[in-house]
């Protein structure tokens, strides 16, 4: 059983950055998908970025150039740098991992049902 534990969130002013980290990032297969998906009150769970067992990242548009996406493999986590936020950057950020046969990687966008495992979330909340 894979348990994923998110950490880093917080509050911050616009412009500001905040680092998210997913611990537990047990790998299941030699190939892999693991992501970070954010969920505002009265929306969707969207997907933010991932990043496969080959170091291949994908980025949604509204965080491309802003936010960074990486893995450590020693430590089993999973991480998401986030730069020059924004008041529309807020929400509740969830990691997320092992993706089901017949989605891939790095199509835009993967909805949350296409990942089995998730973490229960943190807040990150961007005042203007």
């Known amino acids: 059983q894979v348990q994923l534990v998110e950490s880093g969130g917080g509050s911050v002013q616009a412009g500001g950055s905040l680092r998210l980290s997913c611990a537990g990032m047990?790998?299941?297969?030699?190939?892999?998908?693991m992501g970070w998906f954010r969920q505002a009150p009265g929306e969707e769970r969207e997907e933010v970025a991932t990043?496969?067992?080959?170091?291949?990242?994908t980025y949604v548009e509204s965080v491309k150039g802003r936010f960074t996406i990486s893995k450590d493999n020693a430590k089993n986590s999973l991480n998401l740098q986030m730069n020059s936020l924004k008041p529309e950057d807020t929400a509740k950020y969830y990691c997320?991992?092992?993706?089901?046969?017949?989605?891939?990687?790095?199509?835009?966008?993967?909805?949350?049902?296409?990942?089995?495992?998730w973490g229960q979330g943190t807040q990150v909340t961007v005042s203007s």
């Open positions: 997320a991992t092992n993706l089901r046969d017949g989605a891939r990687c790095s199509q835009i966008p993967l909805q949350a049902n296409d990942f089995k495992y």
């Open positions: 047990t790998y299941i297969r030699s190939r892999y998908c």
């Open positions: 990043i496969d067992s080959s170091g291949w990242t």
